[in-house]
């Protein structure tokens, strides 16, 4: 690899990381290409970029972005994991490949600028998506008004109830 194809890579890494909202190291050592391409692809289907980069390359890259505190953690080989609109999303993506195959591991994040340890980001994988934090947020926030008109509606309702009754009293008097 030239120089000049280096370079491209790096300014590559450097825009995606730039916009990356969270950023996961993964070790990918003795696993086969079938297994590296089923992981590319659902990782494109969670809208992730996942790109296997040389060490140096990586610290470059990561340099003046919120995950340049990963540069100092990259030994040995690894891949970088770039989420964009959901961090729960592309933790939990990986975190579901890493349980169907056992040479896969999540080694460390960043997210928003903060630093991941493993657990950090197993612990980020077992949160709720953010659709599903939305809905439930959603939820809560209809509760109030429906309890609200459920309540009047009662209120109407047992005072009908109460005409009612004095109707049928009256009539059979």
Known sequence: M????KAQI??????????A??????DFKGLTV????NLRAKCYEAGVDYQVVKNTLARL???????GGLSEHLKENCAVALGYDDPVALAKTLADYGKGNKKFSMRFGSLE???LDTDG?????T???????LSSVLGTMQAVPRNFVCLFANIERKFLYALTAIKDQKEAA
């Open 121 to 125: 980001v197993k612990e980020l994988a």
């Open 10 to 19: 790096i300014e590559q890494l450097h825009e995606k990381a730039s916009r």
């Open 113 to 115: 600028g903060k630093f």
């Open 34 to 37: 079938e297994e590296m391409t």
């Open 21 to 26: 909202s969270i950023a996961i190291v993964t």
């Open 61 to 67: 890259a990561l340099q003046d972005t919120d995950h």
């Open 2 to 5: 030239n120089r000049q194809e």
């Open 127 to 133: 949160m709720p998506s953010k659709p599903e934090l």
